[in-house]
């Protein structure tokens, strides 16, 4: 069994900042891509960034220059660095990873979210 967990969500005002973590556990080999997924009320879940097991990174165009997504290969877990925060990066975030685990199974695991709320 493979899970990821979401953490460092909550409410900050217009221009604040926050950082996520998700941090997956259980019987890991390996994994390759982790991201950020975000859903706003009303709206389809979108990506806001991904991370190759390299380190190579994708971002939304509305959150380029603000997020900084990275990753510690060691401890399983990924980062999301929200700066400049607007009133419409109010969403439940949730974190995805491909992961691998020790019987070479391939899954892609979601988070539960946190909630990350910008007031203006």
């Known amino acids: 069994q493979v899970q990821v967990a979401e953490s460092g969500g909550g409410l900050v005002q217009a221009g604040g900042s926050l950082r996520l973590s998700c941090a997956a556990s259980?019987?890991?080999?390996?994994?390759?891509?982790m991201g950020w997924y975000r859903q706003a009320p009303g709206k389809q879940r979108e990506l806001v960034a991904s991370i190759g097991s390299g380190g190579s990174t994708n971002y939304a165009d509305s959150v380029k220059g603000r997020f900084t997504i990275s990753r510690d290969n060691a401890k399983n877990t990924v980062y999301l660095q929200m700066n400049s925060l607007k009133p419409d990066d109010t969403a439940v975030y949730y974190c995805?990873?491909?992961?691998?685990?020790?019987?070479?199974?391939?899954?892609?695991?979601w988070g539960q979210g946190t909630q990350v709320t910008v007031s203006s």
């Open positions: 995805n990873a491909e992961v691998r685990n020790t019987a070479r199974a391939l899954f892609i695991v």
């Open positions: 259980g019987s890991i080999f390996n994994i390759n891509d």
